[in-house]
């Protein structure tokens, strides 16, 4: 499972707050925290103005690029601010993300051509947004990986978002998540398949159980990757139980050894 | 979902104990509450020696009966004791089970055709015990079906159980049990498929996070019973959850009905 760490994002307020005071220590914090807990890449989300994100974004990923070799996932609609963080990384990077929209294709897409980065692509655009069938997200991703191929990209490059929408505005909410997976998986086997997954809960009661069981589904029919936050030791534990459960473990091994090391399960006393 | 409550089992120490003193108001207070925690079918297995059993089935489904409505899972390989209950139940029964095995088939599916009953149905014979393949279990299946279909049962009555081995005894058994519950939905799309579901975690650490995040797979790949403690309330929030993901939940109203009603989620206050 390639875990994106979430959490070094400058829409969340102490994140936005320590951007503004140049607070390194927190961002290496949330970095060394999110590494250790099992991270593939890290999302780095400044959220500053357009102005202000080329600066930022490029503090922030030599900051946190001063504690950790984990590769950067550098989260943008801004060409400005991405390119100044492909210029400093170490590390092969992520794109997050192109989608159907005219100002991504135009403006994001070069920029992971340019630089052969990993790349995210999300199933909506500017004329339907996100698409209400899997049909219809199926049409936007065969555009997007069609023009990533095109442009020098491999499929294992890349990571399709195939959306997930609130289940308490849509009752078929979750299958057509589903379905935009398996449609994935069987027609570009080497793509990986991602996504942010607390969207599903919205409005609901016990958030943190629907998020899990939903997390158990889509790993079921071929998510392979998540974007989110990997110090919540009981979405961890899930992961694991559910790549074990999909017989990608061998022998139990990587979830035994997480509960030996107090990575899930009780935490460890102090 | 179609949930048979577990907890009347002769072979648990607390209801062995209270099969022997006739304790009526134990094995009562164990329907009831299995009964008002959402079960469809409670099951009823005296798990005493053969001589006994049917003077102990008979006992227990009348003592059942006396306060509750939900129709039994009446458990045993012992035809006498089936025969027993079977002649004392007033809502339409199930039995629990035929396998390949031919005791069973010509001990127990006999009984299943005069009493024109709901089947339990183990993916298992004599021949190989627990086939290691979902083709071996599907030949297993087929024949079963085919002897209980020509018998006069319908599809609809058939309760396929496609069986669950350790996943600290083979990397594949999760993915064997997924295979046989696929094939199953699609070869007979008018069976049930229930299975009791905790072996699948026996000899690990966490096994109630591997039982919920096992649950909410097989649910996703078409299982529409199972077998368990219908008390155990984050379970029951899974299954529930589980149903919801899988759009079987219009308006999210049976998930929202449960907590608000206090069976899932945090437990009301006293």
């Known amino acids: 499972m390639i875990i994106i760490g979430e959490k070094i994002n400058g829409t969340r307020k102490a994140v936005a707050q320590a951007i503004r005071d140049r607070d390194a220590a927190f961002i290496k914090d949330l970095a060394k925290s999110q590494a250790e807990a099992g991270s593939s890449y890290l999302d780095v989300n400044a959220g500053t103005a357009p102005e202000r994100e080329p600066d930022d974004m490029a503090w922030l990923v030599t900051t946190i690029q ?9 989260d943008s609609a801004n060409p400005a601010a991405l390119r100044a963080g492909l210029e400093l990384v170490t590390h092969p990077p992520m794109i997050n993300s192109v989608s159907g929209e005219k100002p991504r294709i135009e403006g994001v897409l070069p920029l992971a051509l340019e630089f052969k980065t990993n790349l995210i692509l999300l199933a909506l655009d500017d004329e339907t947004g996100i698409p209400n069938s899997s049909e219809g997200r199926m049409k936007i ?3 997007l990986v069609g023009l990533s191929k095109d442009g020098g990209l491999l499929e294992s490059q890349l990571f399709v978002d195939p959306l ?9 909410n979750a299958m057509i998540t589903y379905d935009t997976i398996r449609s994935v998986r069987e027609k570009y086997p080497e793509c990986h398949i991602t996504s942010g997954l ?13 998020n899990q069981t939903f997390m158990a589904m889509c790993v079921q029919v ?12 009981n ?36």
Chains 1, 2 share one sequence.
Do not use: H, W, Y
């Not at 071929?222 to 030791?233: C, E, K, Q, T, V």
């Open 66 to 74: 001063e504690v950790c070799d984990t590769p950067l996932c550098l």
């Open 141 to 143: 991703v065969d555009r």
């Open 164 to 172: 997930v929408t609130a289940i308490s505005t849509g009752t078929e």
């Open 198 to 210: 607390s969207n599903i809960s919205f409005g609901m009661p016990l958030r943190p159980l629907i």
């Open 222 to 233: 071929g998510m392979d990757s998540a974007i989110l936050n990997p110090n919540d030791r």
């Open 235 to 270: 979405l961890r534990a899930v992961l694991l139980a559910s790549e074990m459960l999909m017989g990608k473990d061998r022998f139990c091994q990587n979830f035994s050894r997480a509960v030996r090391s107090g990575k899930i399960g009780d935490p460890p006393q102090k």
